[in-house]
């Protein structure tokens, strides 16, 4: 299983400000994805990233979220102003090919207050 | 859209019982996972279906895949304590591209009783 690392693992906030969670996965990982999940309820796609640019994104992930892979290690998730509804588990999910065993990093806990 | 649906949403069992999870998903897909959540957890990998007919077994857990029918189960004989947890199943989207994806079911809190 490939280590992952996610900073921090929790973080509270106020609404409306900006929050950056950070995943740093080993070297060797080519495809890179963010999935959130509400307390109590399911996993949920947010982007997938590949080759330095967005390969796909889902409906959640509207304006306010980027994301981006600055130094070709940490790969980061941005929230520009954040809403309450965006308290959630945040999971970075590196791989280092497409068939590639998905497996998950431990989490970003945030919570909007 | 992709429909990934599980049944039972909760299923409390006794220790020593056996019971089946159940995974339908609403178009094709050539690989299905199962994965565990311990509560404040991250998802646990316990078995990746590759294929129609796909059997796999890791102690009191078997996972099958029919993809014809289109469902997906996780069967759990003996149950122990130790088992009790959030079961996911997640169906690949887009396999082969870079754009590939996991689609989550709802999830199956289990919870096992002495």
């Known amino acids: 299983e490939p280590e992952v690392t996610q900073t921090p693992s929790h973080q509270v906030t106020q609404m409306g400000q900006e929050v950056i969670l950070r995943c740093v996965p080993i070297s060797n990982h080519l495809y890179f994805y963010w999935y959130r999940q509400i307390l109590g309820q399911k996993v949920e796609f947010l982007v997938s990233f590949y080759n330095n640019e967005i390969s796909e994104k889902s409906e959640i992930f509207d304006d306010q979220f980027s994301v981006e892979r600055p130094d070709g290690s940490n790969f980061t998730l941005k929230i520009r102003s954040t809403k309450l509804e965006d308290s959630a588990m945040y999971f970075c999910?590196?791989?280092?090919?497409?068939?590639?065993?998905?497996?998950f990093g431990p989490g970003t806990r945030l919570t909007v207050l | 859209e992709l429909k990934v649906e599980q049944n039972p949403l909760f299923l409390s069992m006794q220790e020593g019982k056996n019971y089946t999870i159940y995974c339908n998903y609403s178009t094709t897909s050539d690989r299905l996972y199962w994965y565990r959540q311990d509560p404040g957890k991250s998802l646990e990998s316990l078995f990746v279906l590759l294929s129609n007919g796909a059997v796999k077994q890791e102690g009191r857990l078997m996972a099958s895949l029919d993809t014809k029918a289109r469902l997906s189960t996780l069967h759990i004989t003996a149950a122990v304590h130790d088992l009790s947890a959030t079961y996911f199943c997640a169906v690949d989207m887009n396999y082969g591209g870079a754009t590939n994806k996991l689609i989550f079911g709802t999830g199956t809190l289990l919870a096992v009783q002495p």
């Open positions: 999910a590196p791989r280092r090919d497409y068939t590639d065993t998905q497996y």
